[in-house]
């Protein structure tokens, strides 16, 4: 595999493990897809039903909710100013562009607990009704990737600063960017389908 | 905190007492061997902590054969409390239970380890490669699926097994109507066991796709690697579904939410659709290895290129989509309605087009071939009408209309295991006799195989049969008894005879795997079967870096032509290298056994516990994101010398062909 390397693709292509890497995180994402398919399916099925507890309308808080999207889509701007750098061979800049993707993405997750805990707050648990639980774990669901999702950057800055750009560590950056720009991606629908939809139906 | 401490054991029936004491001395039995025979080092080094394919492709079919053993034991402890009307043998819990433990068992922790164990062995060397793309994460694959099939095995000592069904509908499996721990192993192990799965449906894309040797192209690829392949892209659709159905359940019944109950606005339908969107992929997914396995198998042993191999290829992509759309017809009778009913009965009758289509590929492959009765063909053979009477009365209670009659009857019953033991068990045996000499090096008996062979076939159409006449006069699945006056009770005593004679099939082939152990000739040819694909072009047993030279593939069964042309077949000591080989690894098995903690804590509801647990699982992760461990070299003169012990013994292979 080492003999398998090539130094005209990008840092994070060169070796023919690392491509094989991104081509399996690709697949992940395909499954990933299937998960969060099957979460929407469910929030759709249940999402009238409200058992006598609060409706969509009643607990929705769109300013904080625009605000969450908007530290969201902006992470997913820097994170793509990172790989861009990266790309270029800064390392400092790198990781620069990493940590305000991560900063957003904790302001985002900081704003989503506030959330939950609001409507934990005003008696809309998870326990409540069918709507709720759907809600509760279709959102949690994302807001845990989010979370491991910091984590494991967290770690990969680490490995980023100790041993600098290498086609290994070039590779983790852009797996996690992946993975980032695919939470971004996710959330779109939410606000869609399940933000904005509670607001007008 | 669910659970009275005086519940923790199951006690007071002396079957499952008998079961704790066996386990117990089991127990005692190994690690007593293990210290005595000073095997621990041996064990860890050389077993737990392997990424070898091959390895840990034999760990899974050993760990196959042992559930099988015990799905199997289920079985037929059902099949003695059936065998006469108003049978007191086992309670209606405990026949409950055990039903449920036998579905879950023989699909999730037999079919799918047993195929993805001959995968793990064969497919790599098929494409040519020495590894899988992702060795670590295939031992850890095999850790998940290990953690979680134990976890699910000590339900029945510890806390009570599941007893709602392999199925597990809503709302008899959440909490308000079984209220005890026991279903929560149900969702928790097999939670373990799937991410295990999709990991591996993961690699053997990567693999496939990218790591085939040089000249193999797509449509070069044998048989067994496409539906390798398929069987694979079916896992990465359907297995999130049943992730997040368990999650969903674990919610329900752990933390009170209300996806699936009576109350707060569930909806109990949605489990039986979402388990059924993966459920009946599932099928799929046991099944289209197995007919890789046959395709192998039969072209090999008629001596023929396979009949159609591209309509074969077409058929199984065909089948894999349509797989997809067939879910309702599991549920035709909980309200649906006609048009949906109709739609559903049209999509799963159009499977059996492209399943035909196989079918008649192999009987033309076999047509004028110059067929060898070995014991891997005999599986082939009697699967061709087996599996054709499960097919046809699929199409039976494929009819939406038809099946009120036949719903939830034994009639049911019949065909899924007419489907699933032709279609799944013949093949992983067929598979197993024909690639064990590439395993161990030596090969099963085949006297005792064929016993096996006829004994098994034997007993299976006894035990099945009837349970088809037993359905159509009205006898339901899942009762644990019958009374004299149905006059079920010929039939019934019939099948449970025939379960006598398929236990002693298995018996004879666990007695063919010890007696060639200890007996068999390990003298063998590389290529004792003559064989076509790649996997037979080099040692047998296979040396742990596969091939000294990757081999170049010119047409569809590379090895026959190689021989026939006699090219390729030689090494020159110029052509060998350095080889670079991944490094073992504990890190899988450790995750493995968090897992289990973890998840045991899980299943009796101590969440703080549990948590606790999977901080160790975290930390395994974050472990392994600072591992760096880039394998090794095996040096030229370690690979000269291997390659000298068996190229120059009797039958090397390219002095082969007939």
Not at chain 2, 624 to 640: A, K, L, M, Q, W
Request: aromatic share 16%; net charge neutral.
């Amino acid at each position: 595999m080492s003999a398998n390397v090539n130094t005209s693709l990008p840092l994070e292509y060169q070796s023919g493990q690392s491509r094989m890497n991104i081509l399996g995180f690709w697949i992940f994402l395909g499954a990933e897809i299937a998960l969060f398919a099957t979460l929407f399916g469910v929030y759709a099925v249940l999402s009238g039903r409200y058992a006598g507890g609060p409706t969509h309308q009643d607990i929705i808080m769109i300013r904080e909710v625009m605000i969450q999207t908007i530290l969201l889509l902006t992470s997913s701007f820097t994170c793509g100013l990172a790989i861009f750098e990266m790309r270029r061979g800064n390392k400092n800049e790198l990781i620069m562009w990493l940590v305000i993707t991560l900063l957003l993405g904790a302001g985002f997750l900081y704003m989503e607990i506030n959330e939950f805990i609001h409507y934990v707050h005003i008696g809309a648990s998870m326990q409540t009704s069918a709507f709720l639980s759907s809600l509760f774990v279709l959102l949690g669901t994302h807001g845990a990737h989010v979370t491991f999702g910091i984590g494991w950057a967290i770690l990969v800055i680490i490995q980023l600063i100790k041993r600098g750009l290498t086609s290994v560590t070039a590779r983790k950056v852009f797996i996690i960017g992946l993975y980032w720009h695919f939470l971004d991606v996710v959330w779109i629908f939410i606000f869609t389908f399940v933000y904005l939809k509670g607001l007008v139906l | 905190m669910g659970i009275k401490w005086d519940e923790f054991f199951i006690t007071g029936d002396p079957l499952i007492l008998g079961a704790q004491i066996s386990i117990a001395l089991t127990m005692i039995g190994i690690v007593f061997g293990l210290t005595y025979l000073k095997k621990w080092n041996w064990l860890w080094t050389e077993w737990i902590t392997t990424v070898d394919h091959k390895r840990i492709g034999i760990m899974y079919i050993i760990s196959a054969v042992l559930m099988f053993f015990r799905g199997g034991v289920d079985g037929l402890l059902m099949k003695a409390q059936t065998s006469r009307p108003e049978m007191e043998f086992l309670s209606s819990q405990h026949y409950n239970e055990i039903f449920t433990t036998h579905g879950v068992i023989m699909i999730l922790f037999m079919a799918m380890p047993f195929l993805i164990g001959l995968m793990n062995v064969v497919v790599p060397l098929q494409i040519g490669a020495r590894d899988v793309a992702f060795p670590q994460l295939n031992a850890l694959s095999f850790w998940l699926f290990f953690s979680g099939a134990m976890l699910f095995n000590i339900s029945f000592v510890i806390g009570g097994s599941p007893d709602a069904g392999w199925t597990s509908y809503f709302p008899l499996a959440g909490k308000e109507f079984s209220p005890s721990i026991a279903n929560n192993y149900y969702a928790i192990a097999l939670q373990i066991a799937g991410i295990g799965t999709l990991m591996t449906g993961i690699n053997f894309i990567v693999t496939i796709l990218k790591m085939r040797t040089k000249g193999m192209t797509l449509m070069r690829m044998p048989m067994f690697t496409w539906t390798t392949l398929i069987t694979s892209v079916i896992i990465i659709a359907a297995f999130p579904i049943f992730t997040v159905a368990l999650a969903l359940m674990t919610f329900d019944r752990l933390f009170g939410t209300h996806f699936f109950t009576v109350s707060g606005g569930g909806m109990d339908m949605l489990w039986a659709n979402l388990f059924w969107l993966w459920g009946h992929p599932e099928v799929y997914i046991v099944a289209l290895p197995a007919f890789g396995i046959f395709s192998e198998v039969i072209a090999t042993f008629s001596r023929k290129s396979l009949f159609g191999y591209k309509s074969m290829v077409y058929a199984i992509v065909g089948i894999a989509l349509l797989s997809m759309l067939v879910w309702v017809h599991h549920f035709y009778t909980m309200g649906s309605g006609p048009a949906v009913n109709s739609f559903f009965s049209i999509t799963t009758m159009l499977i059996a087009v492209p399943t035909g289509i196989k079918m008649f590929n192999w009987l033309f492959t076999m047509r004028k071939g110059r067929i060898k009765m070995t014991t891997a063909m005999l599986w082939s053979l009697a699967f061709v009408p087996c599996f054709t009477i499960g097919g046809v009365t699929g199409v039976m209670l494929a009819m939406g209309a038809a099946d009120y009659q036949y719903h939830n009857t034994l009639f049911l019953v019949a065909h899924f295991h007419y489907v699933l033991i032709p279609g799944v068990v013949f093949a992983v045996f067929a598979g197993l006799y024909y690639w064990w000499p590439k395993m161990f090096g030596h090969l099963l008996n085949e006297k005792l195989g064929k016993w096996h062979f006829w004994l098994f076939v034997i007993g299976f159409n006894v035990t099945f049969m009837p349970m088809f006449f037993l359905g159509l006069s009205g006898a339901a699945r899942r009762t644990y008894t019958f009374s004299a006056e149905s006059g079920f009770a010929p039939l019934f005593l019939l099948s449970a005879m025939g379960s006598i004679v398929l236990a002693a099939g298995f018996a004879v082939f666990c007695y063919n795997i010890y007696w060639s152990l200890r007996y068999a000739d390990r003298n063998i040819s590389s290529d004792p079967w003559d064989a076509r694909t790649l996997e037979w072009a080099t040692a047998t047993p296979v040396q742990h870096y596969n091939f000294a030279k990757l081999p170049e593939v010119k047409s569809l069964d590379a090895f026959w032509f190689m021989k026939k042309n006699n090219e390729g077949l030689t090494l020159k000591d110029s052509e060998i290298e350095e080889i670079h080989m991944p490094s073992n690894s504990g890190q899988p098995f450790i995750m493995c056994v968090l897992f289990g903690i973890s998840g045991f804590f899980l299943v009796f509801e101590w969440s703080i516990a549990a948590a606790v647990a999977a901080l160790g699982i975290f930390a395994g992760l974050i472990y392994r994101s600072f591992d760096y461990n880039d394998g090794y070299h095996i040096p030229v003169d370690e690979v000269r010398e291997t390659e000298l012990s068996w190229r120059n013994k009797k039958g090397e292979a390219h002095k082969h062909v007939s």
